[in-house]
């Protein structure tokens, strides 16, 4: 074998080491490639710190949305905010209750389009309850649509919805809400690209023992030119003092139930005098003059022992500090 037999080319080397056959190797070079597509605008994450602005918004939605929903209905009713989710379009499409509204949204500046999806069972459990259902059934009314009576309160609950959600964008930016387009199916609905990452939120309505779902969904390029105003709220918020929240959880907290127990006397006795006890038997007890009182188990305070209006009572002698103690 001469040695011109035995020569590798560089061409032949940089195909083997890619992997490549003769002809793909010649495909290649002819630009005969497979290759997907990739768009540079395209935006795949959000940054996190805009997370507490958000949720900050789908707070106020839930509490502004549950005062118009209570005004319309005159009816208590709860509102649970799942969490804020950063998926694909496809994915929040795929796992969508169905049957469900559709409801197309344009936030005004901002660009793009938004969604809202209610489920049919929301829809005629608010009816119902507008015409004097209690919420104890469950009214089974497959997938047929509104009635001309049923959709013209299905307004009144849009109204509500756009309004509070309008409402809640305020302490952060002004936005004018505007319905685009209704559906029933969603892939006549679609507001990005399947691909595309969106923010989503489930709120959970309930009425009496029946519920319903309101999904929220808005493309992460919408809330692009505002994502700095959004950042610096967010910091404005963890630097500052939120007073509502203050006195909120001070009310909380003085409303929590504890457990006061008085310990009156302690009597050693055997297991032999315990045996020979009888109806009618007097047991002498000494009433120390200071009673150590626990709240949940822990010393709070002493008191003495007497009665005040016919009626036993303990009188604070001392309020023992347990502040300074590590358990």
Not at 38 to 65: A, C, M, V, W
Not at 281 to 295: K, S
């Amino acid at each position: 074998m001469t040695l011109n037999e035995n020569f590798i080319y560089q061409t032949e080397l940089d195909s083997l080491m890619l992997g490549l056959t003769e002809k793909e190797s010649k495909n290649t070079l002819n630009g005969a490639i497979d290759m997907n597509p990739y768009g540079f605008t395209s935006q795949k994450h959000i940054d996190e710190n805009l997370f507490p602005s958000l949720e900050h918004i789908n707070e106020r939605f839930k509490k502004l949305l549950k005062t118009g929903l209570f005004n319309l209905l005159c009816k208590n009713l709860e509102i649970t905010a799942g969490c804020l989710r950063t998926e694909k379009y496809s994915d929040f499409t795929q796992h969508l209750f169905s049957p469900s509204n559709v409801y197309i949204l344009k936030i005004n500046p901002l660009p793009g389009n938004a969604l809202v999806t209610i489920d049919y069972n929301l829809i005629f459990m608010i009816v119902d309850n507008l015409f004097g259902s209690n919420g104890t059934f469950p009214n089974n009314t497959g997938n047929r649509e509104c009635s001309q009576t049923e959709q013209r309160i299905v307004n009144h609950i849009l109204k509500v919805i756009f309004e509070s959600l309008q409402e809640a964008w305020e302490e952060i930016y002004n936005v004018n809400i505007d319905l685009i387009r209704s559906e029933i199916d969603l892939k006549f609905a679609s507001i990005t690209q399947p691909n595309d990452i969106v923010l989503t939120t489930s709120f959970k309505i309930e009425i009496g023992s029946l519920f319903g779902n309101l999904n929220l969904c808005i493309p992460i390029n919408l809330i692009s030119p505002i994502q700095e105003l959004l950042h610096n709220k967010t910091t404005h918020q963890s630097s500052s003092v939120d007073h509502n929240w203050a006195a909120m959880l001070k009310r909380e907290v003085q409303s929590i139930d504890v457990e006061l127990k008085a310990k009156l006397t302690t009597i050693n006795l055997t297991l032999g005098e315990i045996q020979n006890m009888k109806v009618n038997d007097v047991i002498p007890i000494e009433l120390p003059e200071i009673i150590n009182v626990t709240i949940n188990n822990i010393q709070a305070m002493e008191c003495s022992y007497g009665k005040l209006k016919n009626k036993y009572a303990l009188r604070i002698e001392n309020l023992i500090d347990n502040s300074d103690n590590d358990s």
